[in-house]
């Protein structure tokens, strides 16, 4: 199986920036899909970014232009860097792996200060 483990989430003011890293272990499929989702309280949990095994991104439109996922297969480690953060992008952010079926991670929480 695979685990996975987010970090890097915080407290942080409007206009400010954040970089998340999800480390992945165990039986690891090269051609996976990996990607950051996030839920708010009381929301539903939604795509931010995802990113193939050769750098093919998805953003969702909130956070294009802002926001920018990586992946760095050595390491078996993907990134998603935040700028210019709204108080709307407080969340709790969960790293996702999918390949004959959806992985996640436990989450690491994001709060945007106004």
């Known amino acids: 199986q695979v685990q996975l483990v987010e970090s890097g989430g915080g407290l942080v003011q409007a206009g400010g920036s954040l970089r998340l890293s999800c480390a992945a272990s165990?039986?690891?499929?090269?051609?996976?899909?990996m990607a950051w989702f996030r839920q708010a309280p009381g929301k539903q949990r939604t795509l931010v970014a995802r990113?193939?095994?050769?750098?093919?991104?998805v953003y969702a439109d909130s956070v294009k232009g802002r926001f920018l996922i990586s992946r760095d297969n050595a390491k078996n480690t993907i990134y998603l860097q935040m700028n210019s953060l709204k108080p709307d992008d407080t969340a709790v952010y969960y790293c996702?792996?999918?390949?004959?079926?959806?992985?996640w991670g436990k989450g690491t929480l994001v709060t945007v200060s106004s």
């Open positions: 996702n792996y999918f390949w004959n079926a959806d992985v």
């Open positions: 165990g039986s690891i499929k090269s051609g996976a899909y």
């Open positions: 990113i193939s095994v050769n750098g093919i991104t």
